[in-house]
């Protein structure tokens, strides 16, 4: 795991490059995307890098972290709302080329299979952006999430609840119980990770899964275990490194 400490802006930059060299590189780049505040100013930096360089994301998969489920498509909460206004719609992804767990599946389980295959049929995951929650999630692996776990329903916790109140009107009542995860197995074959955290509430977080023991009660820490991961955080998130 290689750590990088800079500030926001940079570590936008280097996430960003990252992807620019992807996709140069591969001629059918399949991207990992996350929602959250954490990414923001990744896809702000490659919206600017679209608009004054011409870098196109015409021919490029992407697939999402993960959604609520039962948050109806005209829920402006709804992630894929969210990661359509963040950063889909600012670019030229093609249609239909960005895709997430449906949240309103009849059949949730058989939904959550069919997310798996689809990553699978797409090549896998090239380079998967990453937040953390506070209490260690990524994704919506929750502490005591099978370090093998698949794409699957999982209860979230209050904790995350709480810190995604800020979304609904501040009424923790409002956010969903439930959401469809990519779980920690499937987030493990994506060939890059970058992850990414800043401000002080992530440094708990960010000091187990770099220096604390593997566990599924800190489920970022099975990053340890992945060939080619990197976690890039401010000074703030790296407050509580040694
Ligand atoms: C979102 C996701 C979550 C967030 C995490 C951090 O798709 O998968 O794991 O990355 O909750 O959220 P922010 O970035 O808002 O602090």
Not at 125 to 137: C, R, W
Request: aromatic share 4%.
């Amino acid at each position: 795991m290689e750590v990088i400490i800079a500030d926001d802006h940079e570590l936008a930059t280097l996430v960003a490059d990252a992807i620019e060299r992807l996709l140069h590189r591969e001629s059918a780049p399949v991207l990992g995307l996350a929602t959250g505040s954490s990414p923001l100013s990744v896809y702000d930096e490659l919206t600017r890098r679209h608009e004054d360089n011409g870098l196109s994301f015409a021919g490029v998969r992407g697939f999402m972290l993960d959604e609520y489920v039962g948050l109806p498509a005209s829920h402006p909460q709804c992630y894929r709302n969210v990661i359509d206004a963040e950063f889909v719609s600012r670019v030229d992804f093609e249609d239909g080329a960005v895709q997430g767990p449906n949240g309103m599946a009849g059949d949730l389980t058989a939904a959550s299979a069919e997310y798996d295959r689809a990553i699978a049929e797409a090549g896998g995951i090239d380079l998967q952006i990453l937040g953390i929650g506070t209490d260690g999630h990524i994704a919506f692996n929750e502490p005591g999430s099978s370090l093998a776990s698949r794409t699957r329903v999982k209860t979230l916790a209050h904790q995350t609840r709480m810190d995604n109140a800020r979304f609904f009107d501040d009424n923790v009542d409002q956010v969903p119980q439930h959401c469809l995860t990519q779980g920690l197995g499937t987030i493990m074959e994506a060939r890059h990770l970058m992850l990414i955290a800043t401000g002080g509430h992530k440094a708990e977080a960010v000091h187990q899964m770099v220096e604390g023991p593997i566990s599924s009660m800190w489920p970022a820490t099975v990053l340890q275990m992945h060939p080619h991961a990197t976690v890039l955080v401010d000074d703030a998130a790296a407050s509580r490194l040694q």
